[in-house]
């Protein structure tokens, strides 16, 4: 019940529309109000209970209700800027009538640093200039009062022991309004960190799903252009048989459900075998072994990842008894790989090993792994072929294909 009640009244004039940083000010205000009034409100028995005098009881009750309650109230109907100087303002000067009163006797002026202090956090950065006046000021005043306290006349006569409990109740409240704020400090810089591990958590993944890990280690050592040559990487592309006139016949959310449901199943897989995913274009998924980190293995891994994606969409294909068939092409060699652009970049290779795997995909057969002899001269001995013979292939001429059937040891 009481958390529920401060919570109201501290987040009062705080809607959701507000922006974050504006709502912890608000926040931090009308908690300073209430913790303030708190004080005064306490301090008020002490002062009946030593028969103080009228003018003394009645300040304290009418800054312990009104100090308070017009700040959230300007708070609360948007007035935020009005709420702010009030609360200073009517503070300094409750301090000041405190300090005319009883001269030298009590140190209330050190309450002016106090509020210096929560002149840095009331204010938004928006407000910057208003804020360092503020803080001027208030360290003007408490200066000027530490000087001249001396020789400020004391209007009103104080029981002793009235001065004693007040002394103590003012260094209490000194002390306990100091912890307020440094705690206030710590949670603020507590939250920024939990806040900013979280966005590098999030920055961290989303890198890490575009690029490789070791790239993304480079990009943020050194911004200079990323390119490497690889002698030993296999490049593996497919596609879909059809799939574009088969989606003409589709609705639009099934196209991007269907075809993301086998992608991410080609994920899986490359994760599984320890392959790089390049890019996807359309219904086209490009992958390659042996890079960033070298791996002797790179060919056979992708193979029996091409492998088992004709098992994923013959699965795909009893499931939803669509016509879907996968042309996939390999080809092993030497290729070039890189970070290119400055938005939307992305990790691409490049050189003739490249577009032979790409004519390997586009010349191939429906269902089947069309491979190069390259590729085919580092898994005859692990993988069962069936050659196909050699064909034309435009921009690389006469090319001796073989086609990948299964492996000879279970994947």
């Given at each position: 019940?009481l958390?529920?009640?401060?919570?109201?009244i501290?987040?009062?004039?705080?809607t959701h529309?507000?922006?974050?940083?504006e709502?912890?000010h608000i926040?931090?205000?009308?908690?300073?109000?209430?913790?303030t009034a708190?004080?005064a409100?306490f301090?008020?028995p002490?002062?009946?209970f030593?028969h103080?005098p009228?003018s003394?009881?009645?300040g304290t009750l009418?800054?312990?209700?009104l100090?308070?309650?017009?700040?959230i109230?300007?708070n609360?109907?948007?007035?935020?800027?009005?709420?702010?100087?009030?609360?200073?303002?009517?503070?300094?000067g409750?301090i000041?009538l405190?300090m005319?009163?009883?001269?030298?006797?009590?140190?209330?002026?050190?309450?002016?640093l106090?509020l210096?202090?929560?002149?840095f956090f009331?204010f938004?950065?928006k407000?910057?200039?208003?804020?360092?006046?503020?803080?001027?000021?208030?360290?003007?005043?408490?200066?000027?009062?530490?000087?001249f306290?001396?020789?400020?006349?004391?209007?009103?006569w104080?029981?002793?022991?009235?001065i004693?409990?007040?002394?103590?109740?003012?260094?209490?409240?000194?002390g306990?309004l100091t912890?307020c704020?440094?705690?206030y400090?710590?949670?603020?810089?507590?939250r920024s960190?939990r806040y900013?591990?979280?966005e590098?958590?999030?920055s961290?993944?989303?890198?890490?799903?575009?690029l490789p890990?070791s790239?993304?280690?480079q990009?943020r050592?050194s911004?200079?252009?990323?390119?490497e040559?690889?002698?030993?990487?296999?490049?593996?592309?497919?596609?879909?048989v059809g799939?574009?006139?088969?989606s003409r016949?589709?609705?639009?959310v099934?196209?991007v459900?269907?075809?993301?449901?086998i992608?991410?199943?080609?994920?899986?897989?490359?994760?599984?075998?320890?392959?790089?995913k390049?890019?996807?274009?359309?219904?086209?998924y490009?992958?390659?072994g042996?890079?960033?980190?070298?791996?002797?293995?790179?060919?056979?891994?992708?193979?029996?990842?091409a492998l088992?994606m004709?098992?994923?969409v013959?699965?795909?294909?009893?499931?939803?008894g669509?016509?879907?068939?996968?042309?996939?092409?390999?080809?092993s060699?030497?290729?070039?790989?890189?970070?290119?652009?400055?938005?939307?970049f992305i990790?691409?290779l490049?050189?003739?090993?490249?577009n032979?795997a790409?004519?390997?995909?586009?010349h191939?057969?429906?269902?089947?792994i069309?491979?190069?002899?390259?590729?085919?001269m580092?898994?005859k001995?692990?993988f069962?072929?069936?050659?196909?013979?050699?064909?034309e292939?435009?921009?690389l001429?006469i090319?001796k294909?073989?086609l990948?059937m299964?492996?000879?040891?279970?994947i």
């Amino acid at each position: 019940m009481l958390q529920l009640l401060w919570n109201t009244i501290a987040y009062s004039g705080s809607t959701h529309a507000s922006h974050s940083s504006e709502v912890k000010h608000i926040v931090l205000l009308n908690a300073l109000a209430m913790i303030t009034a708190a004080f005064a409100l306490f301090n008020l028995p002490v002062t009946l209970f030593v028969h103080a005098p009228l003018s003394v009881i009645c300040g304290t009750l009418a800054f312990s209700l009104l100090m308070p309650l017009v700040t959230i109230i300007l708070n609360g109907r948007g007035h935020l800027l009005a709420a702010r100087f009030w609360f200073l303002v009517v503070s300094s000067g409750r301090i000041v009538l405190g300090m005319i009163f009883l001269g030298s006797v009590l140190p209330l002026h050190f309450f002016f640093l106090a509020l210096m202090t929560v002149s840095f956090f009331v204010f938004p950065a928006k407000q910057k200039k208003l804020m360092i006046a503020t803080c001027i000021v208030m360290l003007s005043s408490f200066i000027g009062f530490e000087l001249f306290r001396d020789q400020i006349p004391l209007l009103a006569w104080m029981k002793p022991e009235y001065i004693q409990i007040q002394r103590v109740a003012i260094n209490a409240g000194f002390g306990i309004l100091t912890f307020c704020i440094a705690f206030y400090i710590y949670s603020t810089f507590d939250r920024s960190e939990r806040y900013l591990h979280a966005e590098q958590s999030k920055s961290e993944r989303l890198l890490n799903n575009i690029l490789p890990g070791s790239i993304v280690r480079q990009l943020r050592e050194s911004p200079d252009t990323i390119a490497e040559r690889f002698e030993n990487c296999t490049v593996l592309f497919s596609d879909i048989v059809g799939f574009t006139s088969m989606s003409r016949q589709m609705p639009a959310v099934q196209v991007v459900e269907l075809l993301n449901g086998i992608f991410s199943a080609f994920d899986d897989l490359a994760e599984k075998h320890g392959l790089e995913k390049i890019k996807t274009i359309g219904d086209a998924y490009m992958i390659v072994g042996g890079l960033p980190e070298p791996d002797p293995h790179h060919a056979e891994n992708v193979a029996r990842f091409a492998l088992e994606m004709l098992d994923v969409v013959r699965q795909y294909r009893q499931e939803n008894g669509l016509p879907l068939e996968l042309r996939i092409g390999i080809n092993s060699g030497d290729a070039v790989a890189g970070v290119i652009g400055k938005k939307k970049f992305i990790y691409d290779l490049w050189g003739d090993s490249v577009n032979t795997a790409s004519r390997m995909e586009s010349h191939g057969l429906p269902g089947q792994i069309q491979v190069t002899e390259s590729t085919y001269m580092l898994l005859k001995d692990k993988f069962q072929f069936s050659e196909r013979g050699s064909m034309e292939v435009k921009g690389l001429g006469i090319v001796k294909s073989y086609l990948l059937m299964e492996a000879m040891e279970p994947i």
